[in-house]
């Protein structure tokens, strides 16, 4: 059994760039959640997909997007960067419902300049 | 609003003293309510939660829901406990999780 993977684990962009963040799901899950941490605080929901559709969105710009692939990985893309999107960007999947907890990334470390 | 509130940022112990990491939760229906830990240079991983009613490594959580909250507790804390902990949850219509801001607890041989 596989956990969650992301890549890259760090990444440097400049003002005004546009990211694309990439997550595989833990086997046997079918839905995926990306967080935002900022430092020193918990991670922030900014949006779900399931069976490939956004189900569920947080208080993020629409600057803030996603995909998910039919093989249930995912990915999310931000565009216009700004400073404070510096962050640490969590995926986190699991089998619809979430009652059973989710299975966490290692995360991509953001840094804008 | 929904909103998890973890009043202490850092909680301090030596080792064999009792824990009790705080977590009080606003939220219009009935959550669910879980427990994540993140040890050093590991990823955030689920602990415990509410419905499970189970004991890990130790620690238990009760939800009271007339004060509405979710306290991790363990009668003796371990020094391999050290570690960030975020209480976190999810409503009846939704799967999101909602996280307080942490709290790191030390133990101290």
């Known amino acids: 059994e596989t956990g969650v993977t992301q890549s890259p684990t760090h990444l440097i962009k400049t003002r005004g760039q546009q990211v694309t963040l990439r997550c595989s799901s833990q086997?046997?899950?079918?839905?995926v959640s990306w967080y935002q941490q900022a430092l020193g605080q918990g991670p922030q929901f900014i949006f779900q997909?399931?069976?490939?559709?956004?189900?569920g969105r947080g208080n993020f710009p629409p600057r803030f997007s996603g995909l998910q692939f039919p093989n249930y990985s995912s990915e999310l893309n931000v565009n216009a960067l700004e400073l404070d999107d510096s962050a640490l960007y969590l995926c986190?999947?699991?089998?619809?419902?979430?009652?059973?907890?989710?299975?966490f990334g290692s995360g991509t470390r953001l840094t804008v300049v | 609003a929904q909103r998890v509130t973890q009043p202490e940022k850092l909680l301090s112990v030596f080792k064999g003293a009792p824990v009790e990491l705080k977590c009080n939760y606003s939220?219009?229906?009935?959550?669910?309510l879980f427990w994540y830990v993140q040890y050093s240079r590991q990823r955030l991983q689920l602990l415990l939660r509410?419905?499970s009613r189970e004991s890990i490594k130790g620690f238990t959580a009760d939800l009271n829901k007339g004060e509405t909250s979710f306290h991790l507790k363990k009668p003796f804390a371990q020094e391999e406990d050290s570690a960030m902990y975020y209480c976190?949850?999810?409503?009846?219509?939704?799967?999101?999780?909602?996280f307080g801001t942490g709290t790191r607890l030390q133990v101290f041989p």
């Open positions: 986190a999947s699991s089998f619809r419902g979430g009652e059973y907890g989710y299975t």
């Open positions: 086997s046997g899950h079918n839905t």
């Open positions: 997909y399931y069976r490939e559709e956004e189900n």
């Open positions: 939220y219009s229906g009935s959550p669910e």
């Open positions: 509410h419905i």
């Open positions: 976190a949850l999810s409503g009846q219509d939704t799967d999101k999780l909602i």
